[in-house]
Structures are given as structure tokens and as C-alpha cells.
T-cell receptor, first 112, second 114 residues
Framework: DAGVIQSPRHEVTEMGQEVTLRCKPISGHNSLFWYRQTMMRGLELLIYFNNNVPIDDSGMPEDRFSAKMPNASFSTLKIQPSEPRDSAVYFC??????????FGQGTRLTVV | KNQVEQSPQSLIILEGKNCTLQCNYTVSPFSNLRWYKQDTGRGPVSLTIMTFSENTKSNGRYTATLDADTKQSSLHITASQLSDSASYIC?????????????FGKGTKLSVKP
């Protein structure tokens, strides 16, 4: 298995533009997580899905952020409109259960 | 408030030397504690996971300890190698088992110099 696959690896966009981050979890994993990592705050959970259903989205910072998981093999995290303070590395992770989370390589987002 | 504090924030050691990273937590109730290694530009990778009843667990040159009474954990790296240069993140799972209750430390950045 190729692991958790995220795209794009890097994204540079102008303030106000829509940004869509994509994630393909490991096949067979029933949980999927979106995290944001910054130097100041470390890793923060944004939202997680179990069996494609959003379970906890309390970490989503604002209404500008939305996440979807239309099927077991794909998820998106959308920011609309983007702002410079959204600049961070966004990680997607998947898990077959409660003990291990396998992280993707991350998407480095820069909003100018 | 559930928190995970790691120290030091950063550490520089010479290749071949040992080092110990610290993690203190105030998470309750406690389920398990994990250490992740994050190489620059990559996602975190799990090194070890420890439950309440485990005091010590080794994974190659990495040895993690857990003192559930004092709510402290350490990660000891023996005979460091250049490839050990990374951030090491301590993560505590609160009881209930929901992955949504993972509490992350901010990590210790380790640099191993030749």
C-alpha cells in the first residue's frame, strides 16, 4: 500500500481564493482525520470521519473551512475564502482503529 | 485543561551520543501515550504506544518510559545517528478511545550533528 496520499504537496494562493486539499486514505481504514500544523500551535485536529461520517468537527476554525468524505477512498478539505493566517501544513491521517494513525506527507499551504 | 508539555523544545547532540526527551501531561482520563517521529517535510510516524500498565517499551534504539503516577514519559535515544534528526511528538489519548481526543505536544526538535 502506498500509504495516505495527499495532494497537492505544496499550494500557494492569493488571499480570498478557494483552496481544496485532497486525501486518499489507506484502503480498509475506517477513520480519517484532518490536522493542521503550525510552529506556534503544533498539530491540531480539525475534523475526523468514521465510516465516511463526520464525527467531530469542533476543531474546524471557522465557517470558511469545510470537509467532505464522499466515499471511503477520498476526502477533501476546502477553505473558502482563504486568508494568510491559514498558512500551515495540513495533514491527513487514516486509522484502522483506535491505536494507530498513519499520516500522509502533508500539504504546505501558503496564502499570500 | 488537557495539556501535553514537551521539553526541551530543541536539542543538538553529536552523533553517537545518547539523549532523553521529556513529556509531561495533564490529560485525564488517560488511555495511552504515543511517541511520533516527524522528519522534516513529512508526516509523523508512530514509534511506540504505551498503555497505563506499561512502564518501559523499546523499539530498536528508542526506549520509552511511562510513569502514570507522575504523568511523565520519556523517550531515550541510544547511540544517536544522523537519521534521528527530526521532531519527536508526544501524544496522549484520553479515555473513551475516540481518536478525536488525541492531545498533541508541540514536539522536541532534535538535531544530530556529525
Amino acid at each position: 500500500d502506498a500509504g495516505v496520499i495527499q495532494s497537492p504537496r505544496h499550494e500557494v494562493t492569493e488571499m480570498g481564493q478557494e483552496v481544496t486539499l485532497r486525501c486518499k486514505p489507506i484502503s480498509g481504514h475506517n477513520s480519517l482525520f484532518w490536522y493542521r500544523q503550525t510552529m506556534m500551535r503544533g498539530l491540531e485536529l480539525l475534523i475526523y470521519f468514521n465510516n465516511n461520517v463526520p464525527i467531530d468537527d469542533s476543531g474546524m476554525p471557522e465557517d470558511r473551512f469545510s470537509a467532505k468524505m464522499p466515499n471511503a477512498s477520498f476526502s477533501t478539505l476546502k477553505i473558502q475564502p482563504s486568508e494568510p493566517r491559514d498558512s500551515a501544513v495540513y495533514f491527513c491521517a487514516s486509522s484502522p482503529g483506535q491505536h494507530y494513525a498513519f499520516f500522509g506527507q502533508g500539504t504546505r499551504l501558503t496564502v499570500v | 485543561k488537557n495539556q501535553v508539555e514537551q521539553s526541551p523544545q530543541s536539542l543538538i547532540i553529536l552523533e553517537g551520543k545518547n539523549c532523553t526527551l521529556q513529556c509531561n501531561y495533564t490529560v485525564s482520563p488517560f488511555s495511552n501515550l504515543r511517541w511520533y517521529k516527524q522528519d522534516t517535510g513529512r508526516g509523523p510516524v508512530s514509534l511506540t504506544i504505551m498503555t497505563f500498565s506499561e512502564n518501559t517499551k523499546s523499539n530498536g534504539r528508542y526506549t520509552a518510559t511511562l510513569d502514570a503516577d507522575t504523568k511523565q514519559s520519556s523517550l531515550h535515544i541510544t547511540a544517536s545517528q544522523l537519521s534521528d534528526s527530526a521532531s519527536y511528538i508526544c501524544v496522549v489519548l484520553t479515555y473513551g478511545g475516540s481518536q478525536g481526543n488525541l492531545i498533541f505536544g508541540k514536539g522536541t526538535k532534535l538535531s544530530v550533528k556529525p
